[in-house]
């Protein structure tokens, strides 16, 4: 029974971190805890089906529409999360869910870096660069970001990287073209992403850009309110800033002030020395 119910316990969790003290509960819902309670005690019924628990500034998207839906998603009751990055990788890739869903594109881009890293970053998903990769945070956006860790003191590969969906938002006559996932394609990914904090166990979560923000830190949070703080999911600190591919526009010198003032705030919550010249920049 646990292991059918975990994935329900982890959501209430992750509500109960965000503040939440009460569940509503619709007449569905009830169907889907009924059936629990039969599967504890033994009592075989028909198959039946539930669908998933629902779980700054974003990288530049085009105008352009996802690919349409083909087929409602029915999710059957997830089986119990892989313990390692390799499993978790391996469940993933054969997940149904993401074919179902129908506006994803086939290439998994799983994480890159150190799976044992103090900081974790997460982004939204993979864009045209990663992909072709197949690595996160790959191309401008990835130069960027290395850039900001080097500043830090920090090499890529001492972090751990990733991406909230691990397969880049499909569009329609699609090259290098991006969009931000949609809220079924972070209903699905969102257990891999949490399993894969446990997996790290991270000293600080960096989350990048206001899509993935939301989906880790709260869909009900104001975005205001998750800058310039810590916050806390699955018992780690996690700050939210700016996209890395935001900030390759032009007039953002104010938001880049930003990104630099959380970094030097993570490097002292890591107690990370930092010299007078990193405590100088932008300034």
Do not use: C
């Not at 390692?84 to 869903?101: N, R, Y």
């Amino acid at each position: 029974m646990s292991a059918i119910a975990d994935p329900v316990i982890d959501y209430l969790r992750q509500l109960e971190r965000q503040g939440q003290t009460h569940v509503h509960l619709d007449e569905r819902a009830r169907l889907i805890l009924r059936e629990f309670y039969k599967r504890s005690k033994g009592i075989v019924d028909t198959p039946s089906t539930v669908q998933a628990a629902p779980v700054l500034r974003d990288a530049p998207v085009s105008e352009s529409k996802p690919v349409e839906q083909k087929t409602a998603v029915n999710i059957e009751t997830p089986v119990p999360m892989s313990k390692s990055l390799e499993g978790i990788q391996k469940q993933m890739a054969v997940d149904p869910v993401f074919k179902t869903l129908g506006s994803l594109r086939e290439k998994m881009v799983f994480s890159e870096g150190d799976s044992t890293a103090d900081v974790m970053l997460v982004g939204e998903a993979p864009s045209y660069h990663d992909e072709l990769k197949g690595a996160p945070f790959s191309g401008p956006a990835g130069k960027k970001m290395e850039a900001i860790l080097k500043a830090m003191g920090i090499a890529r590969n001492e972090v751990y990287m990733t991406n909230m969906v691990k397969f880049r938002p499909a569009m329609p006559n699609q090259t290098t073209n991006t969009r931000k996932p949609n809220e079924k394609e972070i209903e699905a990914s969102m257990r891999y992403l949490m399993a894969e904090v446990k997996a790290v166990q991270p000293k600080v979560i960096i989350v990048l850009g206001a899509t993935a923000a939301k989906s880790l830190i709260g869909p009900d949070v104001p975005v205001a309110d998750m800058l310039g703080q810590f916050h806390r999911v699955a018992g780690v600190p996690v700050r939210a800033t700016y996209h890395p591919s935001y900030l390759l526009a032009e007039g953002v010198t104010d938001q880049k002030k930003e990104v630099w003032r959380d970094m030097l705030e993570v490097m002292e919550l890591l107690k990370m020395p930092i010299s007078e010249k990193q405590r100088g920049y932008f300034k």
